[in-house]
């Protein structure tokens, strides 16, 4: 043993007898949430270093997430737990894809017997309906003139709980519209392919769908049209 490691050793002996029998202060008592915490730290430091580090307007946002899912979650509880508000709420919630946009119906459940029949009060000059397809919870109308590419697609369905309309926002410029204060939305077509006019009917609980190369106004008078047979 060298010198420097003698005298290191006495020092620390020295040390040991005038305080090995001393009272030490007891280590601090921390709370079980921050023991918790503790663990998960040293678990993944890495993913706690992230989060430091992670800019204020990803923290606002989830914040603004987080909110957003209290209210679902507390509107959801009052769907659940009271009838007045399952059967006033037919809700139908727009959300926009890369190719696609889709009308999502949720809140009340309506049987496949709820459905109506309806059908068009006023067509343009020469058509006339050439098919007519029940699919059981959507109808499809469809009318023609001498004309192929002109053809009238009309159906509809319920506003329950799961179904959807999908239509095409890759070619399609959309804009809000009006039938008898009914909202809904007109796609109008930038390639020379179909128009599509969707609305709700949050009375009725009935969505409707008219698909057609016929320009906007001749489409929202053929809405405006629309009927129950009774």
């Known amino acids: 043993m060298n010198d420097d490691l003698l005298i290191r050793q006495v020092l620390l002996d020295a040390a040991l ?66 009838p007045q508000a399952r059967a006033w709420v037919v809700s139908w919630f727009t959300e926009w894809y890369e190719d696609h946009v889709s009308y999502q119906f949720q809140g009340e ?13 006023y067509l343009p000059e020469g058509y006339v309906q050439t098919d007519y397809i029940d699919l059981e919870n959507i109808v499809i109308r469809l009318y023609n003139n001498d004309d192929p590419n002109m053809e009238i697609e009309f159906n509809y369905q319920l506003l329950t709980d799961g179904n959807e309309y999908r239509l095409d926002n890759e070619r ?11 909202p809904g939305q007109f796609l109008a077509a930038i390639d020379g392919s179909q128009n599509f006019l969707v609305w709700f009917d949050e009375e009725s609980k009935h969505a409707f769908l008219l698909m057609s190369r016929q320009p906007r106004d001749v489409l929202i008078q053929i809405a405006e049209s629309v009927e129950p047979i009774e």
């Open 172 to 182: 399609h410029i959309p804009s809000d519209i009006y039938i008898h204060n009914m």
């Open 109 to 121: 459940y309506l049987p496949v017997e709820s459905l109506k029949d309806w059908t068009l009060g």
């Open 17 to 82: 007898a005038d305080y090995g029998t001393a009272d030490l202060p007891e280590a601090p008592s921390f709370s079980t949430k921050y023991l918790a915490w503790e663990r998960k730290f040293l678990r993944n430091p890495q993913t706690f270093a992230q989060r430091a580090l992670r800019p204020l307007w990803k923290t606002a946002l989830r914040s603004a997430v987080c909110f957003l899912l209290v209210v679902s979650l507390s509107f959801g509880s009052l769907m659940a737990f009271s």
